[in-house]
């Protein structure tokens, strides 16, 4: 709670500066560049991931994160991967979602249910962590 209150003090500091509204005006890229995305699976199966979305606060809708189907967890492991998203720029708030299947025996089993992140991420380009726990 700590860092993420130091964060925003700076966020604030940096849009208080003089000059940087403007510039931040001409230069609005619309990516959030390297935003990690990180599932740790917490459960005693093994679990396939099949679709991440996001959507930026506070009304976009959700998009499809690319490249991340087919990423198989093994009970208690973790997987990361790191994309540029689009649609979110620096300093802006959004949401995730997480689909998964478990292994059952041999076979993956859908599960009804999705995981969402705790907390909305704030984009800080490299620093931007989506966490998911599956249970």
């Known amino acids: 709670m700590k860092i993420l209150s130091v964060l925003l003090s700076l966020m604030l500091a ?3 500066t ?3 509204a403007s510039a931040q005006s001409f ?3 619309l990516v959030c560049k390297d935003a990690a995305f ?8 093994a679990i396939l ?4 979305r996001y959507r930026p606060l506070p009304d976009g809708s959700w998009r499809e994160f690319p490249n ?8 208690g492991g973790s997987v ?18 997480v689909r998964y299947k478990k292994r059952v025996r041999d076979r993956w089993v859908p599960v009804r249910r999705e995981v969402r992140t ?10 931007t962590f989506f966490m998911f726990d599956v249970e």
């Not at 991340?68 to 009970?75: F, G, L």
């Not at 990361?80 to 979602?97: C, L, P, Q, T, Y």
């Open 118 to 127: 705790r907390v909305d991420a704030l984009c800080f380009d490299e620093e």
């Open 68 to 75: 991340t189907k087919n990423r198989v967890v093994e009970p």
């Open 18 to 20: 003089p000059g940087y």
């Open 14 to 16: 940096a849009v208080l």
């Open 49 to 52: 991931v099949v679709d991440v």
């Open 80 to 97: 990361e991967w790191r994309r540029s998203v689009k649609g979110i720029e620096s300093f802006d708030f959004a949401r995730a979602k």
């Open 38 to 45: 990180v599932v740790n699976n917490n459960s005693e199966r």
């Open 27 to 29: 230069d609005r890229t």
